[in-house]
């Protein structure tokens, strides 16, 4: 009995932290993410030639079915990358307020057209520019680029 009761104040205490909003589940977030980090996270490097983006578009499974136009890939430590989440709200482009900026070290690759799945070849573009990615969470993580 008094092992139900108590199992019982735990829902009840569970519950209403998760009305509260001071736990979240974060089932779908951390998918979200963990989809970030594939398509767009790849410290090791500084900067991508050609071959680099044909290796890593495939080894990182964009190129399974179709070919990816356009993707890009942030060359900073994931702590770098989430520190954008704790700057100023920007607008996405999708009009969500959940978009935050700063400047990285990125590899854009470019499909160069007529290529067919898996096989996708890509033109590279290696520089430090400015990102736009949205964040989601308690605490804030990167989910998605933005541009």
Known sequence: MALQRTLSLLLLLLLTLLGLGLVQPSYGQDRMYQRFLRQHVDPSTTDGNDGYCNVMMQRRR?????CKS???????DIW?????????????KN???NCHEGVMKVTDCKETGGSRAPNCRY????????????CEGNPEVPVHFDR
């Open 80 to 92: 770098n990358i989430r520190s954008i989440c704790s700057t100023t709200s920007i607008q996405c």
């Open 70 to 76: 356009f993707n890009t890939f942030i060359h900073e």
């Open 123 to 134: 033109r590279a573009m290696a520089r430090t520019r400015r990102v736009v990615i949205a």
């Open 95 to 97: 009009g969500k307020m």
């Open 62 to 66: 964009m190129t399974t079915h179709h």
